[in-house]
């Protein structure tokens, strides 16, 4: 069991820049979700896929960042036209439907724009 | 609106103190609610989960305790460990998507 893995671990940009993320959740977890986490404070929610459809997005997922997941398996958080705001934690966590209240979070990616 | 609160923001102690940390929210309609630890510049690690119609849950030296009507979770240790050294979160989930988690306790423990 590898668990859930996040590439890259830290991501220097420049403002403007387009930057993009992975998450590999555990292999039989269909649930996959997307979490920001800024310095001092807990997870916000930001996006949640069932399988490859994308079933609830928050309010924090302003129309500069979008989320995949093609195959239902891996998924990828983008982020265009970066701004310094957006410098944060970025984790991503999945769960199974046998246990979908116990998601299993990554190590996270860290952003820094500057 | 739906608010997560954690007191202390920081906590430090001796080792072998025992400890409680605190959540409240405000929306008593919860799915269930979660205690994780977080090390610095890690993910999240659960440690206890309960039900909205459980009232504690215990794993080794932990017991988290919900009082859904108050709003209020506790997180005991025992005997505390400067292993025991995390960031530690309270996420109230209300429809099993939406996770909302608190800002958080620092607990540094002292040999």
């Known amino acids: 069991d590898t668990g859930v893995s996040q590439n890259p671990r830290h991501k220097i940009t420049k403002r403007g820049q387009n930057v993009t993320f992975r998450c590999d959740p555990i292999?039989?977890?269909?649930?996959l979700y997307w979490y920001r986490q800024t310095l001092g404070q807990g997870p916000e929610f930001l996006t949640y896929?069932?399988?490859?459809?994308?079933?609830?997005k928050s309010r924090l997922l302003s129309d500069r960042f979008s989320a995949e997941r093609p195959k239902g398996s891996f998924s990828t958080l983008e982020i265009q036209r970066t701004e310094q705001g957006d410098s944060a934690m970025y984790l991503c966590?999945?769960?199974?439907?046998?246990?979908?209240?116990?998601?299993?979070f990554g190590p996270g990616t860290r952003l820094l724009v500057l | 609106k739906q608010e997560v609160t954690q007191i202390p923001a920081a906590l430090s102690v001796p080792e072998g103190e025992n400890l409680v940390l605190n959540c409240s929210f405000t929306?008593?309609?919860?799915?269930?609610l979660q205690w994780f630890r977080q090390d610095p510049g890690k993910g999240l690690t659960s440690l206890l989960l309960?039900?909205?119609?459980?009232r504690e849950q215990t794993s080794g030296r932990l017991n988290a305790s919900l009082d859904k009507s108050s709003g209020r979770s506790t997180l005991y240790i025992a005997a505390s460990q400067p292993g025991d050294s995390a960031t530690y979160l309270c996420?109230?989930?209300?429809?099993?998507?939406?996770?909302?988690f608190g800002a958080g306790t620092r607990l540094t423990v002292k040999p």
């Open positions: 966590a999945s769960s199974s439907d046998r246990d979908q209240e116990t998601q299993y």
């Open positions: 292999s039989e977890h269909n649930r």
């Open positions: 896929f069932q399988n490859e459809a994308q079933l609830e």
């Open positions: 929306d008593s309609a919860i799915y269930n």
């Open positions: 309960i039900q909205s119609s459980q």
């Open positions: 996420a109230v989930n209300y429809n099993n998507n939406d996770m909302r």
